[in-house]
């Protein structure tokens, strides 16, 4: 199927993915906030963990688990982002642009690219 421009016809149509974008980068700082608490926790177990191995283990465990937080968390919060700006994308923005009269419109609903 090919989408066509509702106000010029022209078949030269391009998605547009600014809510998915928007809401992966909002999500990755959302995530990587709350990574941030899971950091802290995991610090903590980290350093309970390394505490078997004494001081640089206390150390080590607890970078590795700050850092292991913070991975998680922001990782987790970009795909949960980005998977909501899809949604935003198709229910509320305009999320094909018309390259010839630039042109933004709505997918029709129901339909899917590839
Ligand atoms: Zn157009």
Known sequence: MSLQCPRCHSERIVPREVGKRAGGVIGAAGGAATGAAGAVSGAQAGAVVGAVA?????????????????????????????????VVDEKVLGNCECLECGCVFSNPSGQHQG
């Open 54 to 86: 004494g001081p640089v283990g206390v150390v080590l465990g607890g970078l590795a688990g700050a850092l292991f937080g913070g991975l998680v968390g922001g990782a987790a919060g970009c795909v949960a982002g980005a998977k909501l700006g899809e």
